[in-house]
């Protein structure tokens, strides 16, 4: 079993950034692809990036923003830049008992409560 925990979410201004961070229990963290997914209000759950063996993105989110890992710290990390109001929503950390990324929410099997960003025009 993992338990995610999600925090660095906030309210920010266009143009702004904000780093977030999910800190996972348990000792096999490295075996697990990680993956952040966002949920607008009214909208359905959509992946934004996702770190298997290497980093994944949407692109609605690509050279803006960054997720990396540190399996030592048992943590995945998504820094956000250049925000947009558009990307206003819940975000939840996700981890798959695999290694091999996927960008669909079903197939992830851990999950986090999530964190909200805000991002003010």
């Known amino acids: 079993q993992v338990q995610l925990v999600e925090s660095g979410g906030g309210l920010v201004q266009a143009g702004g950034s904000l780093r977030l961070s999910c800190a996972a229990s348990g000792r096999t963290f490295s075996v697990y692809a990680m993956g952040w997914f966002r949920q607008a209000p009214g909208k359905e759950r959509e992946f934004v990036a996702a770190f298997g063996w290497s980093p994944y993105y949407a692109d609605s989110v690509k050279g803006r923003f960054t997720i990396s890992r540190d399996n030592a710290k048992n943590t995945v990390y998504l820094q956000m830049n250049s925000l947009k109001p558009e990307d206003t929503a819940v975000y939840y950390c996700?981890?798959?008992?695999?290694?091999?990324?996927?960008?669909?929410?079903?197939?992830?099997?851990?999950w986090g409560q999530g964190t909200q960003v805000t991002v003010s025009s």
């Open positions: 996700a981890a798959r008992n695999t290694i091999v990324v996927k960008t669909t929410p079903s197939q992830y099997d851990y």
